[in-house]
């Protein structure tokens, strides 16, 4: 059974930059799939943040490419993800999800982790 | 980027009944990689359709998808009480990979 579980701070403050990981288990993350990175602002809609696959190829949403960076450890079978000069509206639920590779490129999520909230406040 | 509209934003019906949620796209969605996902309160989306009317694994097939290009349907042929949630189309044919607003299927 796959399982994903993030972790990491809860609270961050502004212009601080966000870090969390998600630890997979019951499947290798070096045998396929993408691995990808959903945050939901409370009360709201969903929306992607990026994907990277086991050999480092990743892909960023544009609006917030700036500020964003995955990474992937094989060895520890764990991804993460770092968001730069958080402001208020980076307060969300954060998810991390396997995704199908579709065409070479992310796509549906069919795991998900069951989120952690992240709240930015001084 | 492509842009998903949802609709209704709320549905109101009783078990029993049919649901039948639209989600239209800005462009044409690519060989209809679209999915459709469950959410209920304090969980995690789950995966109902994949491929516009795959359905995924385990899901009842009370729950079909349909539609082609920008125009895509998820019917829920007689809704059961666990059925009541919050339903988002997404679109995984170009990046960046978009989500629709959502659809709150509640209970009358």
């Known amino acids: 059974q796959v399982q994903l579980q993030e972790s990491g701070p809860g609270l961050v403050k502004p212009s601080e930059t966000l870090s969390l990981t998600c630890a997979v288990s019951?499947?290798?993350?070096?045998?396929?799939?993408?691995w990808g990175w959903i945050r939901q602002p409370p009360g709201k809609g969903l929306e992607w943040i990026g994907s990277?696959?086991?050999?480092?190829?990743?892909y960023y949403n544009p609006s917030l490419k700036s500020r964003v960076t995955i990474s992937v450890d094989t060895s520890k079978n764990q991804f993460s993800l770092k968001l730069s000069s958080v402001t208020a509206g980076d307060t969300a639920m954060y998810y991390c999800?396997?995704?199908?590779?579709?065409?070479?490129?992310?796509?549906?999520?069919?795991?998900w982790g069951q989120g952690t909230l992240v709240t930015v406040s001084s | 980027e492509i842009v998903l509209t949802q609709s209704p934003g709320t549905l109101s019906l009783s078990p029993g009944e049919r649901a039948t949620l639209s989600c239209r796209a800005s462009q044409s969605v690519s060989s209809n990689y679209l999915a459709w996902y469950q959410q209920k309160p304090g969980q995690a989306p789950r995966l109902v359709i994949y491929?516009?009317?795959s359905r995924a694994t385990g899901i009842p097939d009370r729950f079909s998808g349909s539609g082609s290009g920008t125009d895509f349907t998820l019917t829920i042929s007689r809704l059961e009480p666990e059925d009541f949630a919050v339903y988002y189309c997404?679109?995984?044919?170009?990046?960046?990979?978009?989500f629709g607003g959502g659809t709150k299927v509640e209970i009358k």
């Open positions: 997404q679109q995984y044919g170009s990046s960046p990979l978009t």
């Open positions: 491929g516009a009317s």
């Open positions: 019951g499947y290798s993350i070096s045998s396929g799939y993408y």
């Open positions: 999800a396997r995704q199908f590779r579709v065409e070479a490129n992310p796509g549906r999520c069919d795991y």
């Open positions: 990277i696959y086991h050999s480092g190829s990743t």
